[in-house]
């Protein structure tokens, strides 16, 4: 684990950009799928103001929680001093988890699980849509 620890003072265009092109790079395997599906649904229907419509809620959908966290980030910087104590214990447990499922993958278990899951809770497999 390597984290720059040094202060910036002030932002230059050139640190702006090097930071969105990291944040782009990282984000490319999760944005990537669900914006091929909306582009290609644009390109395949007849109807232009449908595609448009769908990228411009996938664009709210991708601006809103970053502009909600750009409003409130100096309350969050205050609540989250108030519960930084927990954050050792909300790591391991993740990494319990973490643990538990690769145990699982590896020995065939998870499958049985979601399987398990899906016979005792059949609401699992009905579609919201």
């Known amino acids: 684990d390597f984290r720059f620890q040094g202060y910036i003072v002030g932002g230059r265009p050139l640190g ?3 930071l969105g092109a990291a944040f782009a790079f990282g984000w490319t395997p999760c944005i990537g799928p669900i914006l091929g599906a909306i582009l290609t649904i644009s390109a395949t229907t007849m109807d232009p103001s449908s595609g448009v419509a769908l990228l411009a809620l996938y664009s709210l959908g991708l601006a809103v929680p970053f ?4 409003a409130f980030t100096d309350y969050f910087i205050v609540a989250l001093k108030r519960v930084r104590w927990l954050g050792a214990q909300v790591q ?7 643990v538990l499922v690769g145990v699982g993958m590896v020995t065939g278990y ?13 609401i699992f497999q009905q579609s919201t849509l």
């Open 110 to 122: 998870l499958n049985a699980a979601g399987t398990w899951l899906l016979v005792t809770f059949p």
């Open 16 to 18: 702006a950009f090097l």
């Open 92 to 98: 391991r447990v993740a990494g319990g988890v973490l």
């Open 67 to 70: 502009l909600l966290v750009a």
